[in-house]
């Protein structure tokens, strides 16, 4: 924690109330509307969480925008050959399944669009990139949905490296949660200022090439990662509580994937999502996901109200 140790460290750990002072003014950038707009399903987002957690987040990360834009103009000038106008700072955020990605991520485009400097910010996530289920089912890896083998890795590099080139349009597939299902839908961002990759497996090591060698991971190109972070059970129950919900709202649609469930009892509903989370998404935490943590440039960590209690930065 923040002081407590003296040793040498590329990080700092901050509590929450140290990490807000950061701030440098205390203007809240958001009304109560907005914050409901981002706030994801069983989520807890307050004007206050936004204020002392993700202001100073903002500031941190346009600071290290334009110091970015700034070492690319310099190596411009160093090759003497006029580049791209502009390549998007590429942002990954990574974390748990029910972790709350999906609405750190859309704050963070809310509040990083504010900036005149960066006022073209582009959000995608990684689902979007997993195998069809046709071809889950085919290579008989359904019940590994989430884990790095059931993601096209080759195709979500070639995106993430082409938004790095400077492309002017960049496209990227859309995934429905709806369904369950890869859709045949694409997204297509002009030349974003920023750009969000949010997923389980951004910070994921590169796979090994047929010889044996790495490859190129995908967080080779990012400027800065985040990773959220939160103790196993809370996120467990996060887990739950969200499937629980979720069978009064969408699985109440005839066309979802999980129809069947919106009948269930709410313990049959209980147990199946125990079974979701113990067979699927915490063995994907356990082996994939959360030992990527200390690749991040910065962990959020909640507590089990959802609140961020710390944050450690890399500081170099
Ligand atoms: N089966 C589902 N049906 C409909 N929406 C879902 C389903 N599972 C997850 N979602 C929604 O998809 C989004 C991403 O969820 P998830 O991948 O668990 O990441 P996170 O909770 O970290 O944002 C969330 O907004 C969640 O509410
Ligand atoms: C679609 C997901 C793999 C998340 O994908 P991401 O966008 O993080 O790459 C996940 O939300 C999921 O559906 N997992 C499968 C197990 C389950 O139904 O909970």
Do not use: C
Not at 253 to 263: K, L
């Amino acid at each position: 924690m923040g002081g407590m140790s003296r040793d040498p460290s590329p990080y700092v750990e901050l509590e929450r109330s140290a990490w807000a002072k950061l701030a440098h003014d205390a203007v809240q950038p958001m009304s109560p509307e907005e914050v409901e707009r981002v706030r994801g399903l069983g989520e807890e987002l307050d004007l206050d969480e936004v204020q002392q957690v993700y202001v100073p987040l903002t500031q941190l990360i346009s600071l290290r925008v334009r110091l970015a834009e700034a070492l690319y103009r310099a190596t411009e000038r160093f090759l003497g050959d006029p580049q791209p106008d502009r390549v998007p700072f590429i942002i990954g955020l990574a974390g748990s399944v029910a972790v709350g990605k999906s609405t750190t991520a859309r704050l963070l485009r809310d509040l990083l669009a504010q900036h005149d400097d960066h006022p073209n910010v582009a959000l995608i996530t990684t689902d979007g990139f997993l195998l069809p289920n046709a071809e889950l089912e085919r290579r008989g890896i359904m019940h590994r949905k989430g884990f790095p083998e059931s993601y096209d890795r080759k195709a979500l590099l070639r995106f993430v490296m082409q938004a790095k080139s400077g492309a002017e349009v960049i496209e990227a597939p859309v995934y429905d949660h709806l369904t369950y299902d890869r859709t045949d839908e694409t997204i297509s961002m002009k030349r974003p200022d920023i750009l969000i990759v949010e997923g389980l497996n951004v910070l994921a090591p590169p796979r090994s090439r047929g010889d044996g060698s790495p490859g190129l991971a995908i967080s080779d190109f990012f400027d800065f990662s985040i990773y959220v972070d939160a103790n196993s059970r809370d996120i467990r129950r996060w887990y739950i509580s969200r499937f629980l919900r979720l069978r009064e709202t969408a699985f109440a649609d005839p066309a979802s994937y999980f129809h069947r469930y919106s009948t269930f009892t709410d313990a049959e509903a209980q147990s199946r999502a125990e079974e979701l989370w113990d067979t699927i998404n915490w063995p994907n935490l356990r082996e994939n996901v959360a030992t990527t943590r200390g690749r991040a440039d910065l962990v959020l960590r909640k507590s089990s109200d959802h609140s961020v209690q710390w944050v450690r930065l890399r500081k170099l």
